[in-house]
């Protein structure tokens, strides 16, 4: 895969992306990263940690979360981007749905848009990212941030997941966006229940239908303080227990907070899957 000069190679190792959130209010490391020095200095402690892609983020996307105007994300991503791509030399992501903060990432220097809307949230994402001759990664999420986790109900939580996330590959690919540069995330905890969570992750190969790279993000969700009774802080073990799992059930990448523990599980499950 190869975004904006930068090549990710898939299949031979699972990939740990890196969260860098720098926002005031994440669920679990808001306000951390706001200073850009700070935030400089975490990317290089997660790359020296094994990430190979960091995932910036200038919006909090958590339960109940407002959103921030373009100025607002803008003002909090572009410096950071900056100066961390020229720290690393790792992919940059950018979580963000809104096609101008996309644009500007792109030219400032990142390889990759998150966009937690699957393209929902602004029709002109889908150019913009193909205009950039950018990686795109689709996360299926049910609602918004500020109502997704009020009783979200499905049918089959499976399959209409992977029925959205096959409309807006369709969308993505229809806008001209390269098909091997599209990623695919089933949104674990947008719009989900912990027994929805659980479903997800035990079909998790069905996803293979999607003929597209596969990314999980379980870092320290609720669902895994539902199982083990644990706040955010202590949902380490809980995570990686994860991350071996969707490697096992096809995961090209895993997006996570606690990078070290998570590469050397990720590590040991490739020798023993791979």
């Not at 890196?18 to 990317?43: E, K, M």
């Amino acid at each position: 895969m190869n975004c904006r000069g930068k090549t990710l190679t898939l299949g031979a190792r699972t990939h740990v992306m890196g969260i860098l959130n720098v926002t005031p209010d994440s669920f679990s490391d808001g306000g951390r990263y706001l200073d850009v020095q700070q935030a400089v200095a975490h990317a290089k402690s997660m790359v020296a940690e094994g990430a190979t892609l960091i995932d910036i983020g200038g919006e909090s996307s958590r339960p109940g979360a407002s959103p921030v105007s373009i100025d607002e994300e803008l003002a909090r991503v572009i410096p950071v981007i900056r100066a961390i791509v020229g720290a690393v030399d790792v992919l940059i992501s950018v979580d963000t749905y809104k096609s101008e903060v996309a644009r500007q990432a792109l030219a400032s220097g990142a390889h990759l848009i998150n966009d937690i809307t699957a393209l929902r949230g602004d029709p002109a994402m889908a150019s913009v990212v193909a205009e950039m001759e950018a990686g795109l990664i689709l996360m299926h999420i049910k609602g918004t941030p500020r109502t997704m986790q009020k009783a979200p109900q499905y049918d089959d939580v499976v399959g209409e997941v992977c029925a959205s996330l096959q409309e807006s590959i369709q969308t993505a690919e229809a806008a001209d966006v390269a098909a091997e540069r599209i990623i695919v995330d089933p949104g674990i905890g947008f719009g989900k229940t912990a027994e929805h969570n659980i479903e997800l992750l035990k079909r998790l190969t069905e996803f293979r239908s999607l003929n597209k790279p596969l990314l999980i993000g379980t870092s320290r969700k609720s669902f895994i303080g539902t199982v083990l009774g644990l706040p955010v802080t202590a949902r380490v073990e809980g995570t990686a227990a994860t991350v071996c799992w969707a490697i096992t059930h096809g995961a090209d990448i895993v997006r996570v907070h606690d990078v070290k523990a998570n590469v050397r599980a990720a590590k040991m499950t490739d020798a023993l899957y791979r």
